[in-house]
T-cell receptor
Framework: DAKTTQPTSMDCAEGRAANLPCNHS???????VYWYRQIHSQGPQYIIH???NNETNEMASLIITEDRKSSTLILPHATLRDTAVYYC????????????FGQGTELSVKP | EAGVAQSPRYKIIEKRQSVAFWCNPI?????LYWYQQILGQGPKLLIQ????????DSQLPKDRFSAERLKGVDSTLKIQPAKLEDSAVYLC??????????????FGSGTRLTVV
């Protein structure tokens, strides 16, 4: 699985968009980008995934660059409950097996 | 749908003691994972079961850690004897067999172990 690089921490004002970047320059053609988040004292929770097209669901949007070497998770209107550690993971789809987590980005949403 | 249940929620033990954690996955999920999460780090896989068989235990410190999943449902993870560096949150996750896709994984809230 390709390695990812994320900033250690970020702040965001409540109600504003939170844009979390992820670099994955060694991603291969059949690997997807997944995002998870982990709220304090809980297990990781799936947010969204994509291959090369931008994706949107009820939680977030995922923007993947054309060369697929980086992506951005967007929380359009961040709330205090979005304060969490966000993990970007790159892996093959339908591959089964373990998830390899990095250190993630600690997002603090401030009032 | 009930989530992944783990117990206990917290545990404090002295070094060299033994401890066991329990996990009840989502009903029907064939695959079960145990992850270790040290403070400030992302979760790291310790062992993966498919039904009651071990698929991957390459990161499990087998001299002190053991895990079993009898009857392919509940699972227990044991540490004997515990060391200070075992202080961590132990997360259990499960996923359906045919859809081992990350979006199908469900994690429990974990057991926080403190070894003193």
């Amino acid at each position: 699985d390709a390695k990812t690089t994320q900033p250690t921490s970020m702040d965001c004002a409540e109600g504003r968009a939170a844009n979390l970047p992820c670099n994955h320059s060694t991603i291969s053609g059949n690997e997807y980008v997944y995002w998870y988040r982990q709220i304090h004292s809980q297990g990781p929770q799936y947010i969204i995934h994509g291959l090369k097209n931008n994706e949107t669901n009820e939680m977030a949007s995922l923007i993947i660059t054309e060369d697929r070497k980086s992506s951005t998770l967007i929380l359009p209107h961040a709330t205090l409950r979005d304060t969490a550690v966000y993990y970007c993971i790159v892996r093959g789809y339908n591959q089964g097996g373990k998830l390899i987590f990095g250190q993630g980005t600690e997002l603090s949403v401030k009032p | 749908e009930a989530g992944v249940a783990q117990s206990p929620r917290y545990k404090i033990i002295e070094k060299r003691q033994s401890v066991a954690f329990w996990c009840n996955p989502i009903s029907g999920h064939a695959t079960l994972y145990w992850y270790q999460q040290i403070l400030g780090q992302g979760p790291k896989l310790l062992i993966q079961f498919q039904n009651n068989g071990v698929v991957d235990d390459s990161q499990l410190p087998k001299d002190r850690f053991s895990a079993e999943r009898l009857k392919g449902v509940d699972s227990t993870l044991k540490i004997q004897p515990a060391k200070l560096e075992d202080s961590a949150v132990y997360l259990c996750a499960s996923s359906p067999l045919r859809a081992q896709r990350p979006e199908g994984y469900t994690f429990g809230s974990g057991t926080r172990l403190t070894v003193v």
